[in-house]
């Protein structure tokens, strides 16, 4: 008897929790999604945020770049997020995208700089390395050995191979899977950038577009290049574990780690605060995010938080974001960006 | 001379003690590794538990924080209590005149100590004009020295502490200030960007709204659907295809089932984003098959006696399924619901899809408000670079350890119950 009685109970809450449809009238929080690289920044000022405003706390979801803008492009309304955070620039597909959905007025917002760092064990002695043996190290395909303008599938199995300068060392690197805008950066600015440094190489990117970004995009799978995950922390302790592996994960592990991990130098420069700072790291990418401009006077809060997160003590250079790791642009680019904030520029591309 | 039989009779014997070493083999085999993973994870997470304080004398100066003296609440939580906790430190070490070391100075302090000082003062608003010991956290970087995290032998540059700070740190314990002390934060807070501010609670509260929502629906839908199909169903083509069917989906992984909440209850429905009530909806959907064999399983194995005679002294099918068999299967039932509920307690993947992945401060208040939950928070602290949510996912782990475990002798009880009243 009685568990006929709490089935019929359980059922009829259930059913009563079924039928109950929330009204979606209004949302009194902030809905932020985006980017992985720009979730320990973003959460960093929406604590502040919430706890030093009358606000609530936004919420910030880790949905990755390119997830991030879909949710974002996909309508105007409260069900929709009101910022996306990117480690990219958006693309042209994307904002004609948000475009069909009638998200019209995008405003953009560059917040900072992040190192991509290539660190080993400090076990290990340190590299210097350049563009050019990176590519070698780990494109798929490279020029000839020998000689001449030929391809031939990477036959590099030592540093010393690549570069005599370097130790006699196996190439085994860590480093992000696919899905990571931390690997696209990478892959962008030091693999093609060392891929750029051959003549005929360069010559063909006028050509033939398609077979140069091919050539220079593309990461070895035969075991030296190792996807590691998405988590940096990981790709630091199996450094510690293996003195001979090289890791590539972002400036803000390298700098919490310090006392484990040494980055290498890249083109004669270290991976430090200020060389990423004033851009003679060669390895380092713009952080973004976009704002809805038709939500900002809807969601409540939006303008505080916009002027909270383009404030001087949150990223300014001794602001609290660059406490986290987050490289600062020049003076003259935040005030340009913080001054387009106030007067919500529309993004035009 | 031993006969032939003697012989195989101490063959047969050696294989039946050579059988009994393989399983306990086994099963010390499988304490092993439990027990090599209980270890690691207390003994990098049991450090948690403490957290670094320091005493601090704090002159609740009202000239700083209600000038006029109106008493007003509003104007009081916007006060700069930061600027207190500055003077105070400045004070304690009034030698420091320098603006940079001012700066490293402040730095031992964690961002959360204005915060402290502002809930008490809010609390106790007769303290404005007094001088009050106050123990504030200290920053993540102060509580990793004083657990060993951070070893004092690296060189300067390589330390997040310099060695200016260091005699700072050691001043204040040679005072008796700097102590450490049980971790309420972690117990009472939501998640914070500061390993030293950070708290389990917003998540625990967040599991258990969603496994509410998830045991609420998928219990009596599950009971219902394997009393229908194995007690009065009708064994046609129909339901030999719903039953393949049920078994598969016992099979789909669960991020498929993500992508199922995110178009129909979100998209179609119009439920919000990131809550516990379509959390709840979406592991209920990956339960409910695991629910229903379970309970098939556990109906079968009632004897069809029972049925019989019951229905032999005139009662309805339905009464002698409600009365006699139901009850006798309630504790097999049970041990599936467990399995499913415990299954769901662990899962990630589909969370992503509807947004619990997420950075959630407040502790959510109904299935309606943005959560996150226990493994989600487990997967969001491991991938922060600060050293000390290293020894906070551990110690999330064993929380979550412990739920389950809490969970799990709930359901033993609840089972010897129904055993011992059947």
Known sequence: MKIKKLVVLALATSSLAMGFTPAQAARDHISIVGSSTVYPFATVVVERFGKTTAFKTPKVESTGSGGGLKLFCAGVGIEHPDITNASRRIKKSEVEKCHKNGVDEIVEVKIGYDGIAIANSKKATKFSLELRDLFLALAKNVPDPKGGERLVENPYKTWKEVNSKLPNQKIEVLGPPPTSGTRDAFVELALEGGCKTFKWIKAMKKKDKKAYKRLCHTVREDGAYIEAGENDNLIVQKLQANPNALGVFGFSFLDQNLDKVQGSSIKGVNPLFESIADGSYPISRPLYFYVKKAHINVIPGMKAYLKEFTSEKAWGDEGYLSDRGLIPMPKAERNQFSDDVKHLKKLDM | ?????????????????????????????????????????????????????????????????????????????????????????????????????????????????????????????????????????????????????????????????????????????SQNRLKKKFNTTFFTAGDSRDPELAGIWGALVGSILTLFVTLLLSFPIGVAAALYLEQFAPRNRWTDLIEVNINNLAAVPSIVFGLLGLAVFINFFGFPRSAPLVGGLVLSLMTLPTIIIAGRAALKSVSPSI???????????????????????????????????????????????????????????????????????????????????????????MVLLLFLIIMNASAVILRKHFERHR
Do not use: C
Not at chain 2, 42 to 59: H, N
Not at chain 2, 147 to 165: C, H, M, N, V, Y
Not at chain 2, 358 to 385: H, M, Y
């Open chain 2, 1 to 173: 001379m031993e006969s032939s039989m003697d012989k195989r009779l101490k063959k047969r014997y050696a294989a039946d003690r050579r059988f009994r070493i393989y399983g306990l083999s086994a099963v010390a085999i499988s304490l092993l590794f439990l027990s090599l993973l209980f270890i690691s994870i207390i003994g990098k997470g049991y450090t948690a538990f403490q957290q670094t304080s320091v005493l601090l004398d704090v002159y609740i100066d009202p000239e700083m924080l209600d000038p006029e003296g109106t008493g007003d609440r509003a104007l009081l939580s916007s006060a700069d209590f930061g600027a207190l906790i500055k003077q105070a430190m400045r004070k304690a070490f009034p030698e420091v005149t320098a603006r940079r070391d001012k700066r490293a100075l402040y730095r031992l302090l964690s961002s959360g100590a204005e915060f402290e000082l502002r809930n008490q003062v809010l609390a106790h608003p007769e303290q404005i004009g007094t001088e009050r010991s106050i123990w504030v956290p200290a920053d993540g970087s102060v509580d990793m020295l004083m657990k060993g995290a951070i070893s004092r032998d690296t060189a300067e540059s390589d330390r997040p502490l310099k060695d200016k700070q260091l005699v700072w740190i050691d001043a204040l314990s």
């Open chain 2, 307 to 397: 049925y019989e005679a019951a229905l032999g002294v005139g009662a309805s099918p339905m009464q002698a399924v409600m009365h006699h068999v139901l009850p006798m299967a309630m504790p097999g039932i049970m041990t599936g619901t467990i399995i499913g509920m415990a299954r769901a307690l662990g899962e990630t993947a589909p969370l992503l899809m509807i947004g619990m992945v997420a950075f959630i401060v407040d502790i959510p208040g109904s299935i309606l408000d943005s959560s996150t939950v226990l493994p989600v928070q487990i997967f969001l602290w491991a991938d922060s670079p600060e050293r000390g949510f290293m020894e906070r996912t551990s110690a999330a782990i």
